[in-house]
């Protein structure tokens, strides 16, 4: 009799064992399906974050072109239910202006000194040289305290090209400045050289990495060119809120050439 109550204890004790086993098998299961669904869901919010900031720069763009009355080089439309023009000397000053905040919005700094950017061209129907790429190393970032929304920046650009007859390499001083108007942060460059091409190129305002660029006759604005451009090295720079007045950030080592 004792035997048979041991032996029942045993399938009572193994059977349970093995349940365990099961429900540990199914909370782990089940732990590995929750762990994805949270990475869907945490990749769903920052994506829905992306486009709604992307929103909001098509948003400011459209309200740019619209107008609204506001003049075009001195004022900024804030856009929103109550359109109103604001100064350009306002924007990025640390104090919003507009309703909405839209002069706030976008005061990044896109070009940090000592950041290397590759840009790609095509269409190219009016440079010298033709190149399919040129580097370009930030080597200044400059914000006037006259005019915060317009940072005066200096780079260097390393072109490389060649043909059937003959392959060369040069670089080109670049001065210009970053247009921080939000819709329109764009980078631009003046004529290097005497053939009067300027260089531009727009970021969207969510993506400070890349930007798509046009060459245009600086006489006419008719552009002759086009390119994509895109950062290859981040520096310590790119954390950086946009910088006060009077500061200017150069480059350890500015004589260096590619």
């Not at 900024?76 to 100064?87: A, H, N």
Request: aromatic share 8%.
């Amino acid at each position: 009799m004792m035997k048979l109550l041991v032996l029942a204890c045993l399938v009572v004790v193994t059977s349970a064992s093995q349940r365990f086993e099961d429900l540990g098998e199914e909370i782990a299961s089940l732990s590995v399906d929750v762990l994805a669904f949270d990475a869907k869901l945490m990749d769903r919010v920052q994506h829905a974050d992306e486009r709604a900031a992307e929103m909001s720069w098509y948003t400011s763009r459209i309200d740019t072109m619209k107008g609204y009355g506001c003049k075009k080089d001195g004022e900024l439309q804030c856009g929103g239910d109550k359109p109103k023009c604001i100064s350009r000397l306002l924007i990025c000053d640390k104090e919003k202006d507009c309703p909405n905040g839209i002069d706030e919005s976008q005061c990044k700094i896109f070009t940090p000194v000592g950041s290397k950017w590759k840009a790609k061209f095509f269409d190219d129907t009016c440079t010298k040289r033709k190149p399919k790429e040129i580097i370009f190393t930030i080597e200044e970032y400059k914000v006037p305290v006259e005019l915060l929304s317009y940072p005066e920046v200096k780079a260097t650009g390393y072109v490389e090209a060649s043909n059937d007859d003959f392959s060369y390499s040069t670089s080109l001083k670049l001065e210009g400045v970053m247009d921080l108007k939000p819709g329109n942060n764009k980078l631009y460059f003046n004529p290097p050289e005497s053939d009067g091409l300027a260089i531009e190129c727009i970021f969207n305002g969510v993506y400070d990495d890349h930007c798509h660029g046009v060459i245009t006759y600086v006489t006419s604005g008719k552009p002759c060119a086009y390119f994509t451009m895109t950062k290859i090295l981040k520096t310590r720079n790119d954390i950086r809120p946009h910088l006060p007045p009077q500061i200017e950030i150069r480059n350890e080592n500015e004589d260096a050439h590619f």
